[in-house]
């Protein structure tokens, strides 16, 4: 069992950095794949970018490729997402995930068994 806890989200104007972070609590998290998913009003939650469990592997969408980077800290048992050059179509909310079967391409949302509450990032034009 594997229970997540984002924050970071927040208000930003385009162009401008965020950081979010995931806190994860259990025993298994370094064995779990983690990513990071979005959810805009109105659409479909879409993959954003994920890492394997030895963070030696990534994959990013392709609109966020270049921008943002994921990384994670087995021992502090936490996942990072560095947003930089944000967009207005950047916003959403944003959902930190954990994958029990390890996949960290290009995953769909359904590979992910474990989600966290959610945290809003908002981008001003």
């Known amino acids: 069992q594997v229970q997540l806890v984002e924050s970071g989200g927040g208000l930003v104007q385009a162009g401008g950095s965020l950081r979010l972070s995931c806190a994860a609590s259990?025993?298994?998290?370094?064995?779990?794949?983690m990513a990071w998913f979005r959810q805009a009003p109105g659409k479909e939650r879409e993959f954003v970018a994920a890492?394997?469990?030895?963070?030696?592997?990534?994959s990013y969408a392709d609109s966020v490729k270049g921008r943002f980077t994921i990384s994670r800290d087995n021992a502090k048992n936490v996942v990072d997402l560095q947003m930089n050059s944000l967009k207005p179509e950047d916003e959403a909310v944003y959902y930190c995930?954990?994958?029990?079967?390890?996949?960290?391409?290009?995953?769909?949302?359904?590979?992910?068994?474990?989600w966290g509450q959610g945290t809003q990032v908002t981008v001003s034009s």
């Open positions: 890492v394997s469990w030895s963070s030696g592997k990534t």
């Open positions: 995930a954990a994958s029990s079967r390890g996949v960290w391409y290009n995953p769909g949302q359904y590979d992910y068994d474990y």
């Open positions: 259990g025993r298994t998290f370094s064995t779990y794949a």
